[in-house]
């Protein structure tokens, strides 16, 4: 409306001109003609004035004019714009107070009905119930910045490295058990010489030097609960049990559970590691004889045998392997004191007959048959059938086993069931995800433990099984998960007891098809896997394993060799005699007259020794020499 005024007033003032400037006798050129300035298109002239003395006094009269009008239209707008603002800070102030008595009411009654959620006090109050009762939240969170896939020591490992670099990090592993993490090797050793009765229940062993422990790592508070995983302060560690992934989205960063349930990713971990193998005789035969084989591998499984051990009269072991033998030796012992009949059949010619060389590993079979098992090696499974309550093996070689119940030891399938979905690489030749050097398979997933199949630097590709790798390879992709882009250049190490009395180390390819040098002396009470312990502190050895040790180690007399001093060497170093008691010693694997493997036979807390030595990759004139590093010869 004063705009609308100011304009009838600049027109009047044209008017009133226009005479002027004709009486004026300006007639014969153009005449400006005064306009409003808010009225027309900017002009480069900044004179608007009319010809004349009288020009300048218009002039002004018209900027009065027009500046007021102006003047007049901002103060009608900031009067209007500040009216509008007290009416709705009136307004939202009385929305506001509405939804609180509104929420008031509902925290007292709450068969009164819903919340409006309309109003920042109604967002407010819910957000704060939500995080007040967690059994409201789902059991499975739909994003997790760091998602391992499996639930076994190689994910732990992970979980505690991420978490180490990032203290706020927020970890869901997804497990396809009942049980947190935990740790393997005491299920096939130190638990079935335990002598508490409620060790099944318990799950708490002690080690060869006395000390007691429990398989998990640790205990159910150290985790957080998946529900309140995404709103912990400081974020933590949560384990989804009884879930399995088996579908992943690689563009999406998505994986699908086989309850329907989706979870994003921004980093993900597979460390699924594998499943138990069985024998084709066993799966072409019926479900009586499935029902009464063992797959040997999780917790389950050693709760499960340790009752059928006791309910039943004889139990046969199929596989001579670590596994194989370290259930041999430990039925054995309960093989004695209770009368069970325990048998242990295998292909090869002696127990780890693929590992140690001959020598030992007959050694390795009289030791068990010692201990009450019924070793028959050289023998290979044709068939298996149920028949008149006992299982009946027939081996190939026409001879007949019966017994109650068996137990499948014949190695593991590493389980790359997602590689089609994600577009994952499997290794043709030894199984499991190909990965880089960083354990890297593509762009924000990595693989660690069984199912990692890596890169060597010094020994080439390589699948391992065994619980240092799984600690080490899940330690360095947590540290990569979070930007360390670190190589694994570690050589991992692995450890058999058959008892308390007699284990080993190795390192490296121990392969029996490779040409060995045993270098042996003669034990003392000191050389047994629980003064090792005792020694260590710590039952899983690996445990107190560095790489930074290994660095420091010089080995001396450890130039490299001339072809015919490396062939002196292994005819001079001969194998030592069958029957032979081997106290302790080191037996080297060799591949083009270089050290690739190392067996510590008795020897323990040498392995950093070890480490380095293959790490340096030389050639060496005289091996007996290189072992007195491990100092056998020590009283």
């Known amino acids: 409306m004063i705009v609308a005024v100011a ?59 027009v500046g007021g009008a102006v003047t ?40 009164k009905g819903e919340v409006p959620a309309d109003g920042e006090g109604a967002s407010e109050t819910v957000t704060a119930l939500s995080e007040n009762d967690s059994s409201s939240r789902p059991e499975v969170p739909s994003h997790a910045p760091f998602l391992l896939i499996g639930g076994g020591t190689a994910a732990f490992a992970a979980a505690r490295s991420i978490r180490a670099r990032d203290p706020g990090a927020r970890v869901l592993i997804i497990s396809e058990e009942d049980d947190p993490p935990y740790m393997r090797p005491p299920l096939s050793k130190e638990l079935w010489f335990s002598e508490d009765p409620n060790a099944v229940e318990t799950l708490r062993f002690k080690q060869w030097n006395g000390k007691e422990r429990s398989i998990y790592f640790q205990p159910p508070s150290f985790y957080v609960s998946t529900r309140d995983l995404p709103f912990v302060e400081n974020g933590g560690v949560a384990v989804l049990c009884n879930k399995k992934v088996v579908y992943m989205d690689v563009r999406e960063n998505k994986v699908k559970l086989d309850d329907g349930s989706q979870i994003s990713y921004e980093k993900c971990l597979i460390a699924t590691g594998g499943s138990p193998r069985s024998l084709p005789a066993i799966e072409r035969a019926g479900k009586e004889v499935q029902q009464r084989t063992t797959l040997f591998r999780r917790v389950k499984d050693f709760i499960a045998l340790e009752r059928i051990t006791k309910e039943v009269k004889s139990v046969t072991i199929i596989g001579g392997g670590f596994l194989g033998s370290e259930l041999a030796c430990a039925l054995g012992r309960r093989a004695l004191l209770t009368g069970l009949e325990v048998i242990q059949m295998f292909p090869e010619t002696g127990n780890m007959g693929k590992v140690l060389p001959e020598y030992l590993s007959n050694w390795t079979t009289e030791k068990i048959r010692r201990e009450g098992v019924n070793v028959m090696p050289e023998a290979v499974v044709k068939s298996v059938s149920f028949r008149d309550g006992k299982l009946a093996i027939q081996l190939k070689d026409g001879r007949k086993v019966e017994t109650d119940h068996l137990i499948a ?79 694994y250049w570690h050589q991992s190490m692995f450890w058999s007891d058959l008892g308390p009395d007699v284990g080993y180390e190795a390192i490296g390819l121990v392969d029996s098809s490779l040409p060995t040098v045993g270098v042996f002396a003669k034990a003392t009470a000191k050389d047994t896997p629980k003064s090792a312990t005792e020694e260590s502190g710590t039952g899983i050895r690996s445990e107190s394993e560095t790489e930074a040790e290994a660095s420091e180690i010089s080995v ?80």
Not at 573 to 592: H, I, M, N, S, W
Request: aromatic share 6%.
């Open 409 to 487: 030891a014949v190695g593991l399938e590493p389980n790359v069931e997602l590689a089609k979905s994600a577009g994952l690489e499997v290794d043709s030749d030894f199984g499991g995800f190909r990965v880089n050097a960083e354990l890297q398979a593509r762009s924000n997933i990595w693989v660690a433990g069984d199912a990692a199949c890596f890169y060597d630097i010094k020994l080439g590709r390589r699948r391992v099984e065994h619980h240092d790798h799984a600690v080490v390879s899940g330690r360095l992709a947590g540290e990569n998960m979070t930007g360390a882009t670190k190589p």
């Open 7 to 65: 304009m009838h007033k600049c027109r009047s003032l044209r008017r009133l001109l226009v005479p002027v400037v004709h009486a004026r006798g300006f007639r014969q050129r153009p005449v400006p003609v005064a306009q409003c300035l808010h009225l027309r298109a900017p002009s480069r002239s900044l004179a608007t004035g009319l010809p004349g003395k009288d020009g300048s006094q218009n002039n002004l009269v018209y900027y009065l004019i």
């Open 72 to 111: 007049g239209a901002g103060v009608y707008i900031f009067k209007t714009l500040k009216d509008d603002k007290a009416r709705f800070t009136d307004r939202m102030s009385t929305l506001a107070t509405k939804t609180k008595e509104l929420n008031s009411e509902e925290l007292q009654d709450p068969g």
């Open 556 to 635: 001396p007399f450890s130039e490299s060799a001339t072809a015919a001093s490396a062939a002196a060497t292994l005819t001079s170093a001969k194998a030592p005699e069958q029957g032979e008691d081997y106290g302790k010693g080191v037996v080297f694997y060799l591949r083009d007259k270089v050290v690739v493997g190392i067996v510590l036979w008795n020897i323990f807390n040498r392995m950093p020794i070890a480490r380095k030595i293959i790490k340096d990759g030389e050639e060496h004139a005289d091996l007996n020499e290189v072992a007195k590093l491990f100092n056998i010869h020590e009283d």
